[in-house]
């Protein structure tokens, strides 16, 4: 039987720059790719015809279903106990959906943007997945955050039906050096089979006076993911994995190196903070 060759997985190899301008300048951009992910070819079983990615635990670069919206590292108290261990990452996702208030919460298609399992070892600080409608309109991302060294996970969802996206305050403690006062704000271009190009960029903005504006405040930080799109082929996937075959470390790596840049600039530190919030806030 002639195996299918997936359509819309994808590699996205590209790199990411973080620009600090609070206190003291402070910028690095790093090379990385991410996997895109199909949900409906990941359950029919057409990532498994790789000989360096898949879901199987020999593979060098794998993607395992219970990396991803794992509720019980959640830092609220979010629905797991209504998922038990044997949901399926689909259920998962739906249950974040409703608990966020998203308009749909069962898209037509979603695509997973995501850091996988290098040689078994697994860290994303931030995976990202589009929700699309019947006519292959991207209408929501979800966000999954991760912290280290705390090991907690936080979700944002971001309305993509809207020609500017509303700000998206800022409820999870990711970063020593920076404090949860202010609020996210989102340029995204979504993955595609039709397009090569991806970005997500992220400002973290200081608000003075009116809330939710851009005009009365101060970009503190902004990150930025820039990304081609590479077809899914051994041929591509060992191009990406020779040149960086341990994705994971070199995520982690950067994480600190670039804390102990921000240290020895005598960067302010800030204890881990819980934003207090009311009920129905996620």
């Given amino acids: 039987m002639t195996k299918v060759q997936p359509k819309h997985s994808a590699i996205y190899n590209g ?4 620009r600090r301008f609070e206190q ?3 910028n690095f951009n790093y090379p990385l790719y991410m996997m895109a992910v199909d949900l409906d070819e990941l359950e029919q079983g057409q990532l498994n ?12 670069i794998r993607f395992k279903q219970q990396d991803y919206l794992n509720l019980k590292r959640a830092a609220d108290n979010s629905n797991r106990q209504n998922l038990t261990t044997n949901s399926s990452l689909r259920e998962r996702i739906t249950t974040k959906l409703k608990e966020l208030g998203a308009k749909d919460s069962t898209p037509d ?8 399992r290098c040689f078994g070892i697994y860290f994303s600080p931030a995976n990202f997945i589009f929700c ?3 006519t292959g309109q991207c209408t929501q991302l979800l966000v999954e955050v991760s912290n280290t060294p705390w090991n907690k996970r936080h979700y944002y969802l971001v309305d993509m039906t809207q020609a500017e996206t509303q700000p998206s305050e800022k409820t999870f403690h990711v970063s020593p050096f920076m404090d949860l006062d202010m609020s996210y704000h989102w340029q995204v271009k979504a993955p595609s089979h039709e397009k090569e190009k991806l970005s997500v960029h992220i400002e973290n903005r200081r608000t003075s006076s009116t809330k939710n504006s851009t005009k009365n405040s101060t970009k503190a930080f902004d990150a930025t993911l820039k990304l081609d799109r590479r077809p899914l082929t051994n041929k591509q996937l060992f191009k990406v994995w020779i040149r960086q075959p341990m994705m994971t470390f070199a995520v982690v790596k950067g994480i600190y190196v670039q804390a102990f840049h921000l240290f020895r600039k005598k960067i302010k530190f800030v204890p881990y903070q819980v934003k207090q919030t009311d009920s129905t806030a996620k």
């Fill in 15 to 18: 790199n990411v720059t973080h």
């Fill in 24 to 26: 003291q300048a402070h």
């Fill in 49 to 60: 015809r790789f000989s360096l990615f898949g879901t199987q635990w020999f593979k060098a």
């Fill in 109 to 116: 298609k979603v695509t997973l943007l995501v850091q996988c």
């Fill in 132 to 134: 699309y409608d019947k």
